[in-house]
């Protein structure tokens, strides 16, 4: 039409204008409807969250203490999660006074996280009973009893924030010195003073720019800042080598003095030097004893003993032949 002489160009470009001022809001409604249907399915999910009800509540005589002793005893625990008919543990019955090490170690799904959940108080036992120092779980407030637990996952969690915020996030009027000091006994000290900044080096999310096994270090550090009477490892050096695992094992038995310490591993290096080992299996506890004691018995631990240090014998008698 332009080129026929029936259309001027500046009508042509006039036309195109206004096309795109009633396409570009029609192609925007359906970003915003896309945008509404996943606010409406992440508010639907929060609000669940948010009005879900407190199964785990303080007591109207919550007993709020700066020090507990650390004198953990399950005396035959049975837990079930919601309304699962199999049972996560099953008359689980165990005695562990302060400054003795349990190590629990079995199958993926056998129960040993579950322990430490109900020590945390994370969950109700559905049969039998928990007891710290001589008084149940349940009377203890839950701030009071969580502040005396020190916990350092597989999947440790890092702040974008310093190292040193990060380290004293359990104590935040923790001084210089004892931030130090808890990375020093991690063996975490060193590499953080390669950093460009140091202590005041920041992190990425998750800890971004660490490797797994600073991350865990770091992880360490922070529960030993904290001076918890209750510390629980779950598999806490498995991101690390086995020479730092040895270091981190030294630095580790002189913070285990005189604390209650629960070592969850699947290797058996991490926790052969524990006062007791509890093998479970299925939720129960199969076997019970120290390094020597299980090897002797030739049960399952002495089967998954076997099975990592297979290899190891391998090589030793290639070596002498």
């Known amino acids: 039409m332009v080129i026929g002489g029936n259309l001027q160009p500046g009508e042509l470009v006039a036309f195109y204008s206004l096309i795109w001022y009633i396409i570009w809001p029609i192609v925007n409604l359906g970003f915003t409807i896309n945008m509404f249907s996943q606010a409406k399915a992440s508010g639907e999910r929060l609000l669940e969250i948010l009005e879900a009800e407190e199964t785990i509540r303080d007591g109207e005589t919550g007993i709020q203490t700066e020090k507990i002793a650390g004198h953990v005893v399950f005396d035959n625990v049975t837990f079930h999660y919601g309304n699962e008919e199999g049972a996560a543990l099953k008359q689980i019955q165990f005695d562990a006074p302060p400054g003795k090490t349990i190590g629990l170690i079995g199958a993926t799904g056998s129960g040993k996280t579950s322990i430490t959940h109900l020590i945390s108080r994370f969950y109700e036992p559905t049969e039998g009973e928990i007891l710290i120092d001589g008084r149940p779980i349940q009377a203890y407030g839950l701030k009071s009893l969580r502040s005396h637990i020190g916990c350092v996952l597989q999947e440790s969690f890092l702040f974008s924030s310093t190292i040193q915020a990060n380290i004293a996030y359990g104590r935040p009027d923790a001084t210089m010195e004892e931030i130090v000091d808890a990375a020093k006994r991690a063996q975490a000290h060193d590499f953080i003073m390669e950093l460009p900044d140091g202590y005041d080096t920041v992190l990425g999310e998750r800890g971004m720019g660490l ?60 926790l052969k030097h524990a006062d007791e080992i509890l093998v479970l299996d299925q939720g129960r506890i199969v076997e019970r004893g120290t390094h020597e004691e299980l090897l002797e018995n030739q049960g399952l631990y002495q089967r998954i003993y076997q099975i990592q240090y297979r290899d190891h014998q391998s090589v030793a008698q290639n070596q002498r032949c």
């Not at 510390?231 to 002189?254: F, G, K, N, P, W």
Request: net charge positive; hydrophobic share 45%.
């Open 211 to 270: 490797s797994g096994g600073q991350k865990q270090r770091i992880a360490i550090a922070r529960a030993i800042c904290i001076n918890p009477s209750i510390l629980i490892l779950d598999d806490a050096t498995s991101a690390v080598d086995m020479e730092t695992e040895l270091q981190i094992q030294h630095a580790l038995r002189e913070v285990m003095k005189g604390r209650t310490t629960f070592i969850i591993a699947h290797r058996i290096s991490s």
